[in-house]
Structure formats: structure tokens, C-alpha cells
T-cell receptor
Framework: GAVVSQHPSWVICKSGTSVKIECRSL??????MFWYRQFPKQSLMLMAT?????????EQGVEKDKFLINHASLTLSTLTVTSAHPEDSSFYIC??????????????FGPGTRLTVT | GQNIDQPTEMTATEGAIVQINCTYQ??????LFWYQQHAGEAPTFLSY????GLEEKGRFSSFLSRSKGYSYLLLKELQMKDSASYLC??????????????FGKGTKLSVIP
């Protein structure tokens, strides 16, 4: 089946620093990847849609200059949290679309990255 | 946009059957997904409905009524490992692409002996 990996699985950083999270589709090519954020006991909130070779599309209320997304290849998208603050502490999850023959266009999720900003 | 509603928590007994409901409002429905999410882990795909009716997949079944904006996930022969959050997600024909999902807040299911 389709596998999506994320790295790192968890990270602790100091306030004001930047953190890069990688999302890779291991056995398929993904022209579209999504970045979500999930706070404790809440649902996944879509942050942005990452398209290979073009600029990401950000959801309303998500600062594009703070959350930098790069989708440089068909198997890799990165999310960089710049000048992180404690309120950015969250569970960040990426997903990738597999264009299957059934046209379900199922999203496959990475294992998530737990970010803690101190 | 969408409005997705599902119960916050449910408790059921091992071996029993439980039904988790989801209601939604959307302007351009393009499919409904159910995901299972264990604490601290990413969601895993359970089912997909785009037409009315019941989709059965082993112990899990999912039902959709587009006219009522309603779906349910049915779990049979509950096992302790089924304790998790179950997320209802709706896809619509959004302007940014037709693959975006909007998730409900999830239903935390606790299976007790």
C-alpha cells in the first residue's frame, strides 16, 4: 500500500527558532500533498495544499510567511515553521493523494510530527 | 464551507455493535470518508462513500444518505483495539482543488470488557 513518512517524528525547539518538517511519499508520486495541524482533543485543521512545482495554497488564517511550504519534487514536501512560538506547539500531519484507478483519490497520512516550542 | 457534526464520545462493550453518526452540510458534496485515529498517531483510512447506500468492509460498514446529509460508521464484533477516535471527513468541489477534506472533530470510542 501507499506509504507516507514524516521526519522528525517529534521535535523540541526554543522560541524564536525555525523547524523544518519533511513529508515523503515512499512508493508513489504525489503531485498534491496537504499539511494539517491538530491540537489536543481537536480535529485536523487543514493548513495548506502543497502542489509540486508551484506555490502552496494556504487556508484562511494561516500565515504563509510563518509556515513556509516547499514541494520541490513529486515525493517530498517540507513545512518550515519560522520563528516558532509556544502557541505553535501542535501535532503536524501531512498527507498525499494517491490517484488510484478507482478514482477515490484517497489521502494517505504520514505518522505526524509532534512539535513542542519552549 | 462545511459543517460536520459527530458525537464527542461513545462507550461500547467488547463484542457488541456500535454506530457512529455524522451529519454534514456542504455546498458541493464530492465524497465522505471515515478515518480511525489512535492517540498520538496519524489517521488511517477506513471507508469512502460517494453514492447513497451501505459499503461493507469486514467488521466495518459505512452508510451514506446524500439527501439527508447523513452518514454512519458501523463497527461489529467490537474489539478492545477498536478504542480510538473516528473521524468523519467530507470532500467538496472546492475552488482550490477537489481533493481537500474537511474533518469533523472526531468521536472518541471506548471499548470496555
Amino acid at each position: 500500500g501507499a506509504v507516507v513518512s514524516q521526519h522528525p517524528s517529534w521535535v523540541i525547539c526554543k522560541s524564536g527558532t525555525s523547524v523544518k518538517i519533511e513529508c515523503r511519499s515512499l512508493d508513489f508520486q504525489a503531485t498534491t500533498m496537504f499539511w494539517y495541524r491538530q491540537f489536543p482533543k481537536q480535529s485536523l485543521m487543514l493548513m495548506a495544499t502543497s502542489n509540486e512545482g508551484s506555490k502552496a495554497t494556504y487556508e484562511q488564517g494561516v500565515e504563509k510567511d510563518k509556515f513556509l511550504i516547499n514541494h520541490a519534487s513529486l515525493t517530498l514536501s517540507t513545512l518550515t515553521v519560522t520563528s516558532a512560538h509556544p502557541e505553535d506547539s501542535s501535532f503536524y500531519i501531512c498527507s498525499a493523494i494517491l490517484h488510484d484507478s478507482a478514482e477515490v483519490f484517497e489521502q494517505y497520512f504520514g505518522p505526524g510530527t509532534r512539535l513542542t516550542v519552549t | 464551507g462545511q459543517n460536520i457534526d459527530q458525537p464527542t464520545e461513545m462507550t461500547a462493550t467488547e463484542g457488541a455493535i456500535v454506530q457512529i453518526n455524522c451529519t454534514y452540510q456542504t455546498s458541493g458534496f464530492n465524497g465522505l470518508f471515515w478515518y480511525q485515529q489512535h492517540a498520538g498517531e496519524a489517521p488511517t483510512f477506513l471507508s469512502y462513500n460517494v453514492l447513497d447506500g451501505l459499503e461493507e468492509k469486514g467488521r466495518f460498514s459505512s452508510f451514506l444518505s446524500r439527501s439527508k446529509g447523513y452518514s454512519y460508521l458501523l463497527l461489529k464484533e467490537l474489539q478492545m483495539k477498536d478504542s480510538a477516535s473516528y473521524l468523519c471527513a467530507v470532500r467538496d468541489h472546492s475552488g482550490a482543488g477537489s481533493y481537500q477534506l474537511t474533518f469533523g472533530k472526531g468521536t472518541k470510542l471506548s471499548v470496555i470488557p
